[in-house]
Nanobody, 120 residues
Framework: VQLVESGGGSVQAGGSLRLSCAAS????????MGWFRQAPGKERERVAYIHSDGSTSFAESVKGRFSGSKDGAKNTLYLQMNSLNPEDTAMYYCAAGCYYVGGRWSPLYWGQGTQVTVSS
């Protein structure tokens, strides 16, 4: 399984970015894919979880600003990020794998990450 993120970059507060995650070798019909982020000195945070029907669950910190989607034909996951603020600055990781620990999603597969930097 290989997950390759792209689309990160530097934007000013209020701007938008769209992250992509191209998945190869991953074929779980339950889907179990999503996004995490980690800022320096902070714990990793689950940002979005995309369900098999395409619906997405978001962290409270990004609700209303971020949206998720998937293209099954391309086996690609997207994260549209709007109204970005400096607190969104982090390395963003695509993750996959239907594994849960204590009821919490614990992905088996991770991408290399793409950096998002938001300046004020």
């Amino acid at each position: 399984v290989q997950l390759v993120e792209s689309g990160g970059g530097s934007v000013q507060a209020g701007g938008s970015l769209r992250l992509s995650c191209a998945a190869s070798g991953y074929t779980d019909s339950r889907y179990c894919m999503g996004w995490f982020r980690q800022a320096p000195g902070k714990e990793r945070e689950r940002v979005a979880y995309i369900h098999s029907d395409g619906s997405t669950s978001f962290a409270e910190s990004v609700k209303g600003r971020f949206s998720g989607s998937k293209d099954g034909a391309k086996n690609t996951l997207y994260l549209q990020m709007n109204s970005l603020n400096p607190e969104d600055t982090a390395m963003y990781y695509c993750a996959a794998g239907c594994y849960y620990v204590g009821g919490r999603w614990s992905p088996l597969y991770w991408g290399q990450g793409t950096q998002v930097t938001v300046s004020s």
